[in-house]
């Protein structure tokens, strides 16, 4: 991998992480475009980690905010704390009995821009949805988790699906993106150490340390970039405006890749 591809790469993984378009679809079809072998992990765990800090910057306060307010015993932060936990449970079961399953089954760039296509027609759902509620209840955090779960299905957008979810349960926008960003903290710190075990392993990559510092910065500052974007995007309504990009993605790869 050159400098320009990890640099690429981490462009895409950390702006799509956050945006409504599916990270892992457009790794996916950017690997395939590219003609790069997905199979080395190395890459993925920096891309990925340099991510999570981008969400953890971004978010300091209100994760400095849950923290005390849970050592205060703050019954508000306890029970966002609380639907954080239950949220990330569906994404963890189906992660560790399915994930090889569903990998192997939606690898193909052909099956990930259909995927694409069924994300755009979510997002679309919501251009005259609105809210003013929070994330405050099981129902409403289970079926958030849920909806994130069902992202591990390349092509189908985790903070697309999650936001989307919360507001069709009514949950004020900026809410719903701040317990989306939430949400994946965990999922991204339990995929980026499974990655870390294969490493472990001896799934060992050839790339560069300057190559994966490339593709870390990227996704970084790519990852502050995009969170900061979107929350923006969703003060103003307009998180259907990404059903657009999905469509026009979905159908180039279909085009692209059919066979």
Known sequence: MTHLEAALLGLIQGLTEFLPVSSSGHLALGQALLGIDPGDVTFEVIVHFGTLLA???VLRRRIWGLITGVLRLE?????????????????????LLFEDRLTEIF???????????????????????SGEGMVDSV?????????????????????????SIGLWCRVEAGEAAAFSFLLSIPVIAGATALKIGGLA????????WSVLAVGAVMAYASGVFSIRWLIGILARGELSRFAYYCWAVGLSGIIAFWA
């Not at 609380?82 to 994404?91: E, I, N, R």
């Not at 849920?146 to 957008?157: F, L, R, W």
């Not at 001896?202 to 790339?207: D, I, K, L, P, Q």
């Open 55 to 57: 969400v953890i910057t």
């Open 107 to 129: 690898a193909d760039p052909f099956v990930v821009s259909l995927m694409l296509i069924v994300t755009g027609g979510v997002l679309f759902s919501t251009r005259s949805l």
């Open 75 to 95: 019954q508000e932060a306890l029970i966002t704390s609380f639907l954080l936990l239950l949220g990330t449970v569906p994404a963890v079961v189906v992660g």
């Open 139 to 163: 129902p409403r955090g289970l079926i958030i988790g849920v909806a994130q779960a069902a992202a591990i299905i390349p092509g189908i957008s985790r903070s697309g699906m999650t936001i």
């Open 201 to 208: 392993s001896g799934v060992v990559g050839s790339e560069s």
